[in-house]
Protein backbone atom coordinates (compact mmCIF):
# COMPACT_ATOMS: atom_id res chain seq x y z
CA UNK A 1 0.00 0.00 0.00
CA UNK A 2 1.38 3.59 -1.04
CA UNK A 3 2.88 5.29 2.22
CA UNK A 4 4.75 8.35 3.18
CA UNK A 5 8.04 7.90 4.86
CA UNK A 6 9.35 10.95 7.23
CA UNK A 7 12.40 11.36 9.14
CA UNK A 8 11.50 13.59 11.71
CA UNK A 9 13.29 16.45 13.48
CA UNK A 10 14.82 18.85 10.85
CA UNK A 11 14.04 22.16 10.66
CA UNK A 12 12.34 23.10 7.79
CA UNK A 13 13.73 26.11 5.45
CA UNK A 14 13.27 27.43 2.31
CA UNK A 15 10.46 28.95 -0.15
CA UNK A 16 7.22 27.06 -1.15
CA UNK A 17 4.46 27.87 -3.85
CA UNK A 18 0.92 27.26 -3.10
CA UNK A 19 -1.57 25.61 -5.05
CA UNK A 20 -5.00 27.06 -6.44
CA UNK A 21 -7.57 26.86 -4.35
CA UNK A 22 -9.39 23.07 -4.01
CA UNK A 23 -12.38 24.39 -2.89
CA UNK A 24 -13.04 26.75 -5.56
CA UNK A 25 -12.02 24.60 -8.47
CA UNK A 26 -14.14 22.23 -7.79
CA UNK A 27 -17.39 24.45 -7.48
CA UNK A 28 -16.37 26.40 -10.67
CA UNK A 29 -16.15 23.19 -12.51
CA UNK A 30 -19.24 21.90 -11.59
CA UNK A 31 -20.39 26.01 -12.83
CA UNK A 32 -18.89 25.14 -16.27
CA UNK A 33 -22.18 22.54 -16.70
CA UNK A 34 -24.01 26.48 -16.84
CA UNK A 35 -21.70 27.45 -19.85
CA UNK A 36 -22.92 27.18 -23.35
CA UNK A 37 -19.81 28.18 -24.56
CA UNK A 38 -15.41 27.21 -23.89
CA UNK A 39 -14.05 28.11 -20.63
CA UNK A 40 -10.52 28.17 -19.49
CA UNK A 41 -9.60 28.33 -15.62
CA UNK A 42 -5.89 28.67 -14.63
CA UNK A 43 -4.47 28.11 -11.73
CA UNK A 44 -5.71 24.86 -11.11
CA UNK A 45 -4.18 22.13 -8.57
CA UNK A 46 -3.22 18.98 -9.86
CA UNK A 47 -5.13 16.95 -7.05
CA UNK A 48 -7.34 13.87 -7.38
CA UNK A 49 -10.96 15.98 -6.42
CA UNK A 50 -9.89 18.03 -9.72
CA UNK A 51 -9.18 14.41 -11.45
CA UNK A 52 -12.57 13.11 -10.34
CA UNK A 53 -14.85 16.29 -11.93
CA UNK A 54 -12.93 16.10 -15.28
CA UNK A 55 -14.24 12.79 -15.45
CA UNK A 56 -17.67 13.50 -14.35
CA UNK A 57 -17.66 16.66 -16.90
CA UNK A 58 -16.44 14.00 -19.27
CA UNK A 59 -18.97 11.59 -18.67
CA UNK A 60 -21.67 14.20 -19.40
CA UNK A 61 -20.62 14.67 -22.63
CA UNK A 62 -18.29 17.32 -22.40
CA UNK A 63 -15.18 18.20 -23.71
CA UNK A 64 -12.78 18.65 -20.97
CA UNK A 65 -8.71 18.38 -21.23
CA UNK A 66 -5.64 20.26 -18.92
CA UNK A 67 -2.93 22.14 -20.27
CA UNK A 68 -0.72 22.18 -17.48
CA UNK A 69 -2.17 23.99 -14.71
CA UNK A 70 -5.03 25.57 -17.22
CA UNK A 71 -8.05 23.47 -17.71
CA UNK A 72 -10.32 24.18 -21.13
CA UNK A 73 -13.91 22.79 -20.84
CA UNK A 74 -16.73 23.19 -22.83
CA UNK A 75 -20.39 21.65 -21.98
CA UNK A 76 -21.87 22.85 -24.32
CA UNK A 77 -23.31 19.46 -26.02
CA UNK A 78 -23.95 18.32 -22.15
CA UNK A 79 -25.81 15.05 -23.08
CA UNK A 80 -26.05 12.93 -19.90
CA UNK A 81 -27.85 13.93 -16.59
CA UNK A 82 -26.96 11.49 -14.26
CA UNK A 83 -23.52 10.57 -12.22
CA UNK A 84 -22.67 7.41 -11.85
CA UNK A 85 -22.34 6.30 -8.04
CA UNK A 86 -18.27 5.21 -8.00
CA UNK A 87 -17.73 9.09 -8.65
CA UNK A 88 -20.15 10.30 -6.44
CA UNK A 89 -18.70 8.31 -3.95
CA UNK A 90 -14.96 9.10 -4.53
CA UNK A 91 -16.12 12.87 -3.03
CA UNK A 92 -18.40 14.95 -1.28
CA UNK A 93 -18.50 18.16 -3.54
CA UNK A 94 -19.79 15.93 -6.15
CA UNK A 95 -22.90 17.11 -4.98
CA UNK A 96 -22.58 20.21 -6.07
CA UNK A 97 -23.02 19.23 -9.87
CA UNK A 98 -27.07 18.96 -8.44
CA UNK A 99 -27.86 22.19 -9.20
CA UNK A 100 -25.81 22.80 -12.31
CA UNK A 101 -27.37 20.10 -13.83
CA UNK A 102 -31.01 20.25 -13.47
CA UNK A 103 -30.52 23.99 -14.31
CA UNK A 104 -29.35 22.92 -18.09
CA UNK A 105 -31.56 19.42 -18.54
CA UNK A 106 -34.33 20.69 -15.99
CA UNK A 107 -33.90 16.72 -14.34
CA UNK A 108 -30.50 14.91 -12.53
CA UNK A 109 -29.82 11.34 -11.16
CA UNK A 110 -27.35 11.50 -8.39
CA UNK A 111 -26.55 8.69 -5.76
CA UNK A 112 -25.96 10.52 -1.78
CA UNK A 113 -22.78 11.75 -1.99
CA UNK A 114 -19.37 10.38 -0.28
CA UNK A 115 -15.96 12.46 0.82
CA UNK A 116 -14.23 12.82 4.13
CA UNK A 117 -16.04 10.89 7.09
CA UNK A 118 -16.05 14.46 9.57
CA UNK A 119 -19.50 13.15 11.21
CA UNK A 120 -22.74 13.17 9.53
CA UNK A 121 -22.37 15.21 5.57
CA UNK A 122 -25.99 15.41 4.94
CA UNK A 123 -27.69 17.22 1.99
CA UNK A 124 -30.98 18.20 3.53
CA UNK A 125 -30.07 21.84 2.81
CA UNK A 126 -29.21 21.41 -0.38
CA UNK A 127 -32.54 19.42 -1.05
CA UNK A 128 -34.83 21.59 0.40
CA UNK A 129 -33.77 24.55 -1.07
CA UNK A 130 -33.99 22.76 -4.91
CA UNK A 131 -37.52 21.99 -3.76
CA UNK A 132 -38.42 25.59 -2.91
CA UNK A 133 -37.19 26.27 -5.96
CA UNK A 134 -40.33 23.94 -8.21
CA UNK A 135 -37.67 20.74 -8.27
CA UNK A 136 -39.16 17.11 -7.79
CA UNK A 137 -37.18 15.17 -5.40
CA UNK A 138 -37.46 11.09 -5.57
CA UNK A 139 -35.09 8.92 -3.24
CA UNK A 140 -35.31 5.45 -3.03
CA UNK A 141 -32.54 5.55 0.08
CA UNK A 142 -29.78 5.24 -2.53
CA UNK A 143 -29.93 7.15 -5.64
CA UNK A 144 -31.91 10.78 -5.62
CA UNK A 145 -34.13 11.08 -9.03
CA UNK A 146 -34.64 15.08 -9.67
CA UNK A 147 -37.01 16.50 -12.32
CA UNK A 148 -38.52 19.67 -13.02
CA UNK A 149 -41.36 20.47 -14.64
CA UNK A 150 -40.58 23.48 -16.89
CA UNK A 151 -37.45 25.90 -15.41
CA UNK A 152 -36.77 26.52 -11.76
CA UNK A 153 -37.92 29.63 -10.07
CA UNK A 154 -36.21 32.02 -7.94
CA UNK A 155 -37.50 32.19 -4.84
CA UNK A 156 -36.29 33.20 -1.11
CA UNK A 157 -34.41 30.47 0.69
CA UNK A 158 -32.74 30.91 4.46
CA UNK A 159 -30.03 28.65 5.21
CA UNK A 160 -30.35 27.06 8.82
CA UNK A 161 -26.55 27.12 8.52
CA UNK A 162 -23.98 28.81 6.42
CA UNK A 163 -23.39 25.80 4.78
CA UNK A 164 -20.94 25.88 1.50
CA UNK A 165 -21.48 23.10 -0.23
CA UNK A 166 -25.12 24.46 -0.01
CA UNK A 167 -24.75 28.30 -1.06
CA UNK A 168 -23.29 26.75 -4.33
CA UNK A 169 -25.41 24.41 -5.44
CA UNK A 170 -28.37 26.81 -4.47
CA UNK A 171 -26.36 29.80 -6.55
CA UNK A 172 -25.61 27.03 -9.73
CA UNK A 173 -29.19 26.37 -9.66
CA UNK A 174 -30.66 29.77 -9.46
CA UNK A 175 -28.03 31.75 -12.21
CA UNK A 176 -30.33 30.22 -15.07
CA UNK A 177 -33.77 30.18 -13.33
CA UNK A 178 -36.64 32.22 -14.09
CA UNK A 179 -36.84 35.22 -11.76
CA UNK A 180 -34.73 35.99 -8.57
CA UNK A 181 -33.14 34.08 -5.99
CA UNK A 182 -32.56 35.96 -2.77
CA UNK A 183 -30.43 33.44 -0.37
CA UNK A 184 -29.86 34.44 3.39
CA UNK A 185 -27.45 33.12 6.35
CA UNK A 186 -25.25 32.10 2.69
CA UNK A 187 -21.51 30.87 3.32
CA UNK A 188 -19.04 33.53 2.99
CA UNK A 189 -16.06 31.70 1.93
CA UNK A 190 -13.38 33.33 -0.33
CA UNK A 191 -14.17 30.08 -2.52
CA UNK A 192 -17.74 31.30 -2.81
CA UNK A 193 -16.31 34.52 -3.83
CA UNK A 194 -14.84 33.05 -6.07
CA UNK A 195 -17.47 30.86 -8.00
CA UNK A 196 -19.60 34.34 -8.35
CA UNK A 197 -16.57 36.23 -9.90
CA UNK A 198 -16.49 33.58 -12.53
CA UNK A 199 -19.93 33.05 -13.15
CA UNK A 200 -20.74 36.78 -13.77
CA UNK A 201 -17.87 37.12 -16.17
CA UNK A 202 -19.75 34.31 -17.86
CA UNK A 203 -23.00 36.71 -17.45
CA UNK A 204 -24.44 35.59 -14.57
CA UNK A 205 -26.53 38.38 -12.72
CA UNK A 206 -24.87 37.94 -8.97
CA UNK A 207 -24.71 40.40 -6.37
CA UNK A 208 -23.72 40.21 -2.57
CA UNK A 209 -20.71 38.31 -2.84
CA UNK A 210 -18.94 37.84 0.52
CA UNK A 211 -21.87 38.56 2.72
CA UNK A 212 -24.66 36.25 4.13
CA UNK A 213 -27.27 37.86 1.47
CA UNK A 214 -26.59 37.12 -2.25
CA UNK A 215 -29.15 37.90 -4.98
CA UNK A 216 -29.12 35.88 -8.37
CA UNK A 217 -31.46 37.41 -11.09
CA UNK A 218 -31.69 34.68 -13.62
CA UNK A 219 -30.56 34.70 -17.24
CA UNK A 220 -31.15 32.67 -20.21
CA UNK A 221 -28.21 31.32 -21.13
CA UNK A 222 -23.91 31.63 -19.69
CA UNK A 223 -21.36 32.44 -22.24
CA UNK A 224 -18.02 31.07 -21.47
CA UNK A 225 -14.92 32.55 -19.97
CA UNK A 226 -11.47 32.87 -19.12
CA UNK A 227 -10.86 32.73 -14.87
CA UNK A 228 -8.01 32.76 -12.66
CA UNK A 229 -8.87 30.90 -9.45
CA UNK A 230 -7.55 32.22 -6.00
CA UNK A 231 -4.87 31.00 -4.13
CA UNK A 232 -5.48 27.66 -1.85
CA UNK A 233 -5.74 29.29 1.84
CA UNK A 234 -5.53 25.91 3.57
CA UNK A 235 -2.62 24.60 1.53
CA UNK A 236 -0.69 28.05 2.82
CA UNK A 237 -1.89 27.41 5.60
CA UNK A 238 -0.48 24.04 5.85
CA UNK A 239 2.65 25.25 4.97
CA UNK A 240 3.26 27.97 7.04
CA UNK A 241 2.12 25.05 10.10
CA UNK A 242 4.83 22.83 8.87
CA UNK A 243 7.50 25.96 9.35
CA UNK A 244 5.79 26.14 13.04
CA UNK A 245 6.52 23.10 14.25
CA UNK A 246 9.62 22.14 13.22
CA UNK A 247 10.68 25.27 14.70
CA UNK A 248 12.08 26.70 10.80
CA UNK A 249 11.72 29.46 8.67
CA UNK A 250 9.77 29.27 5.56
CA UNK A 251 8.33 31.48 2.76
CA UNK A 252 5.36 31.02 1.52
CA UNK A 253 4.57 32.57 -2.05
CA UNK A 254 1.17 33.10 -4.22
CA UNK A 255 -0.67 33.93 -0.63
CA UNK A 256 -3.88 35.89 -0.34
CA UNK A 257 -2.70 37.82 2.57
CA UNK A 258 -6.52 38.67 3.70
CA UNK A 259 -7.62 35.18 3.27
CA UNK A 260 -5.11 34.08 6.19
CA UNK A 261 -6.00 36.45 8.87
CA UNK A 262 -7.06 33.93 11.37
CA UNK A 263 -4.08 32.05 11.03
CA UNK A 264 -1.62 34.56 11.14
CA UNK A 265 -3.56 35.79 14.36
CA UNK A 266 -2.92 31.87 16.26
CA UNK A 267 0.37 31.29 14.34
CA UNK A 268 1.22 35.18 16.33
CA UNK A 269 -0.26 33.82 19.67
CA UNK A 270 2.20 31.10 19.49
CA UNK A 271 4.98 33.40 18.86
CA UNK A 272 5.78 32.56 15.10
CA UNK A 273 7.56 35.77 13.52
CA UNK A 274 5.25 37.02 10.35
CA UNK A 275 6.30 39.13 7.66
CA UNK A 276 4.23 39.65 4.73
CA UNK A 277 5.02 41.43 1.49
CA UNK A 278 2.95 41.72 -1.67
CA UNK A 279 1.74 37.69 -2.07
CA UNK A 280 4.72 36.45 -0.03
CA UNK A 281 4.36 35.69 3.75
CA UNK A 282 7.58 34.34 5.41
CA UNK A 283 7.36 32.61 9.20
CA UNK A 284 10.05 32.27 11.56
CA UNK A 285 9.07 29.94 14.44
CA UNK A 286 10.31 30.04 17.83
CA UNK A 287 12.48 27.11 19.18
CA UNK A 288 9.20 25.94 20.82
CA UNK A 289 5.64 26.59 20.27
CA UNK A 290 3.46 28.61 23.42
CA UNK A 291 0.55 27.26 23.61
CA UNK A 292 -3.15 28.27 22.42
CA UNK A 293 -5.40 29.03 25.38
CA UNK A 294 -8.48 27.67 23.36
CA UNK A 295 -9.44 27.83 19.76
CA UNK A 296 -12.87 28.06 17.75
CA UNK A 297 -13.77 27.00 14.63
CA UNK A 298 -16.57 29.27 13.03
CA UNK A 299 -17.58 29.48 9.63
CA UNK A 300 -15.83 32.22 7.57
CA UNK A 301 -14.44 34.73 8.45
CA UNK A 302 -13.87 32.97 12.04
CA UNK A 303 -11.45 30.26 12.23
CA UNK A 304 -11.65 27.98 9.37
CA UNK A 305 -12.57 24.11 10.54
CA UNK A 306 -10.24 23.10 7.79
CA UNK A 307 -7.13 24.37 9.63
CA UNK A 308 -8.10 23.00 13.39
CA UNK A 309 -6.05 19.68 12.59
CA UNK A 310 -3.36 21.39 11.75
CA UNK A 311 -2.84 23.86 14.37
CA UNK A 312 -3.82 21.00 17.01
CA UNK A 313 -0.89 19.28 15.42
CA UNK A 314 1.45 21.59 16.22
CA UNK A 315 0.30 22.26 20.10
CA UNK A 316 1.18 18.61 20.82
CA UNK A 317 4.10 19.81 21.07
CA UNK A 318 4.06 23.54 22.26
CA UNK A 319 4.92 24.02 25.90
CA UNK A 320 1.83 23.86 27.90
CA UNK A 321 -2.00 23.01 27.56
CA UNK A 322 -4.26 24.19 24.28
CA UNK A 323 -7.56 23.38 23.79
CA UNK A 324 -10.08 23.55 20.86
CA UNK A 325 -13.69 23.54 20.17
CA UNK A 326 -14.86 22.28 16.98
CA UNK A 327 -18.31 24.17 15.82
CA UNK A 328 -18.66 23.40 12.02
CA UNK A 329 -18.42 19.47 11.81
CA UNK A 330 -19.51 16.90 14.61
CA UNK A 331 -16.80 14.84 14.42
CA UNK A 332 -13.58 16.06 13.46
CA UNK A 333 -10.87 14.90 15.67
CA UNK A 334 -10.77 11.19 14.21
CA UNK A 335 -7.12 11.92 13.29
CA UNK A 336 -6.09 12.41 17.04
CA UNK A 337 -6.24 8.53 17.80
CA UNK A 338 -3.32 8.44 15.15
CA UNK A 339 -1.06 11.38 16.76
CA UNK A 340 -1.84 9.36 20.53
CA UNK A 341 0.58 6.76 19.15
CA UNK A 342 3.49 9.26 18.42
CA UNK A 343 3.17 9.79 22.29
CA UNK A 344 0.84 12.93 21.87
CA UNK A 345 -1.49 13.49 25.18
CA UNK A 346 -4.55 14.74 23.68
CA UNK A 347 -8.35 14.11 25.57
CA UNK A 348 -11.53 14.72 22.86
CA UNK A 349 -15.00 14.99 24.54
CA UNK A 350 -17.17 15.41 21.95
CA UNK A 351 -16.64 19.01 20.23
CA UNK A 352 -13.73 19.80 23.00
CA UNK A 353 -10.07 18.92 22.84
CA UNK A 354 -7.23 19.61 25.02
CA UNK A 355 -3.70 19.26 24.07
CA UNK A 356 -1.03 18.85 26.94
CA UNK A 357 2.41 19.59 24.87
CA UNK A 358 5.17 17.34 25.18
CA UNK A 359 8.74 17.89 24.94
CA UNK A 360 9.56 15.24 22.05
CA UNK A 361 6.93 13.47 19.46
CA UNK A 362 8.50 9.88 18.77
CA UNK A 363 7.48 7.84 15.13
CA UNK A 364 4.74 5.71 14.56
CA UNK A 365 2.93 3.70 11.53
CA UNK A 366 0.13 6.03 11.21
CA UNK A 367 -3.03 6.05 8.49
CA UNK A 368 -4.65 9.39 7.28
CA UNK A 369 -8.66 9.73 8.34
CA UNK A 370 -8.97 12.47 6.17
CA UNK A 371 -7.38 15.20 4.03
CA UNK A 372 -6.39 17.55 6.64
CA UNK A 373 -6.62 15.21 9.62
CA UNK A 374 -4.11 13.46 7.16
CA UNK A 375 -1.92 16.58 6.77
CA UNK A 376 -1.97 16.94 10.44
CA UNK A 377 -0.03 13.43 10.50
CA UNK A 378 2.57 14.52 8.25
CA UNK A 379 3.30 17.57 10.25
CA UNK A 380 3.76 15.36 13.63
CA UNK A 381 5.68 13.10 11.60
CA UNK A 382 8.26 16.12 10.41
CA UNK A 383 9.12 16.89 14.15
CA UNK A 384 8.70 13.22 15.54
CA UNK A 385 11.98 11.32 16.37
CA UNK A 386 13.04 8.46 14.33
CA UNK A 387 11.17 7.37 10.76
CA UNK A 388 6.89 7.50 10.83
CA UNK A 389 4.97 6.20 7.82
CA UNK A 390 1.36 7.87 7.04
CA UNK A 391 -0.76 5.04 4.44
CA UNK A 392 -4.21 6.23 2.45
CA UNK A 393 -2.39 8.52 0.96
CA UNK A 394 -5.93 9.02 -1.08
CA UNK A 395 -6.82 11.39 1.38
CA UNK A 396 -4.36 13.44 1.29
CA UNK A 397 -3.91 13.40 -2.66
CA UNK A 398 -7.42 14.77 -2.64
CA UNK A 399 -6.22 17.74 -1.87
CA UNK A 400 -2.45 19.04 -1.52
CA UNK A 401 -0.44 18.94 -4.72
CA UNK A 402 2.48 17.77 -4.32
CA UNK A 403 2.89 17.55 -1.02
CA UNK A 404 5.94 15.74 -0.01
CA UNK A 405 8.17 17.47 -3.56
CA UNK A 406 7.48 20.96 -1.44
CA UNK A 407 7.99 19.63 1.77
CA UNK A 408 11.27 17.99 0.13
CA UNK A 409 11.96 21.21 -0.95
CA UNK A 410 11.48 22.90 2.46
CA UNK A 411 14.40 20.33 3.53
CA UNK A 412 12.19 17.79 4.99
CA UNK A 413 13.08 14.12 4.48
CA UNK A 414 9.93 12.65 3.32
CA UNK A 415 8.83 9.99 0.37
CA UNK A 416 6.15 8.17 -1.14
CA UNK A 417 6.48 4.67 -1.37
CA UNK A 418 4.40 3.38 -3.84
C1 LIG B 1 -17.04 22.50 2.40
O1 LIG B 1 -17.63 21.26 2.74
C2 LIG B 1 -15.58 22.20 2.10
N1 LIG B 1 -15.49 21.29 0.97
C3 LIG B 1 -14.93 21.59 3.34
O2 LIG B 1 -13.55 21.42 3.05
C4 LIG B 1 -15.05 22.57 4.50
O3 LIG B 1 -14.54 21.96 5.68
C5 LIG B 1 -16.52 22.94 4.73
O4 LIG B 1 -17.09 23.44 3.50
C6 LIG B 1 -16.69 24.02 5.79
O5 LIG B 1 -15.94 25.12 5.47
C7 LIG B 1 -15.55 21.80 -0.29
O6 LIG B 1 -15.76 22.98 -0.49
C8 LIG B 1 -15.38 20.82 -1.41
P1 LIG B 1 -20.77 22.53 4.80
P2 LIG B 1 -19.24 21.16 2.84
O7 LIG B 1 -21.94 22.19 3.96
O8 LIG B 1 -19.87 22.02 1.82
C9 LIG B 1 -23.84 20.62 7.93
C10 LIG B 1 -11.54 20.32 2.99
O9 LIG B 1 -10.83 19.97 3.92
N2 LIG B 1 -24.77 20.47 6.80
O10 LIG B 1 -20.42 23.97 5.00
O11 LIG B 1 -19.59 19.72 2.88
C11 LIG B 1 -22.66 19.67 7.80
O12 LIG B 1 -22.97 18.39 8.32
C12 LIG B 1 -13.02 20.08 3.04
O13 LIG B 1 -11.14 20.95 1.98
C13 LIG B 1 -26.06 20.00 7.05
O14 LIG B 1 -26.44 19.71 8.18
O15 LIG B 1 -19.48 21.77 4.30
C14 LIG B 1 -21.58 20.37 8.61
O16 LIG B 1 -21.74 20.04 9.98
C15 LIG B 1 -13.41 19.25 4.23
N3 LIG B 1 -26.92 19.85 6.00
C16 LIG B 1 -21.89 21.86 8.41
O17 LIG B 1 -23.24 21.92 7.90
C17 LIG B 1 -26.55 20.17 4.70
O18 LIG B 1 -27.39 20.03 3.78
C18 LIG B 1 -20.97 22.55 7.42
O19 LIG B 1 -20.98 21.81 6.23
C19 LIG B 1 -25.24 20.64 4.48
C20 LIG B 1 -24.37 20.79 5.54
Known amino acids: MPHFLIEGNRRLKGEVCVQGAKNSILSILAATVLCSGQCIIHNCPDILDVDFSI ?9 VYREGK ?4 NMENIKRYDIPDRLMKEMRSSIIFLGAIISRLKKAQVSLPGGCQLGPRPIDFHLEALKNMGVQIHEDGVRLFCIVKEKLQGTKIVLPFPSVGATENIILAATLASGETILENAAREPEIEDLIRFLNLCGAKIKGAGTSKIAIKGVPKLTGAEYKIIPDRIAAATYMAAGAITGGEVLV ?3 SRIHLNEIVKVLKMCKCGIIMSGENLLIKAPERLTPIKKLKTAV ?21 KSSFEENVFSDRYKYTK ?12 GKNAIVEGVEQLHAADMAATDLRGGAALVLAGLKAQGISSI ?3 RHIDRGYEKLEENLSGLGAKIKRIS
Open 55 to 63: EILKYLGGF
Open 70 to 73: SIIV
Open 253 to 255: RNI
Open 300 to 320: YPGFPTDMQALILSMMTVAKG
Open 338 to 349: ELLKMGAQIYVN
Open 391 to 393: RRL
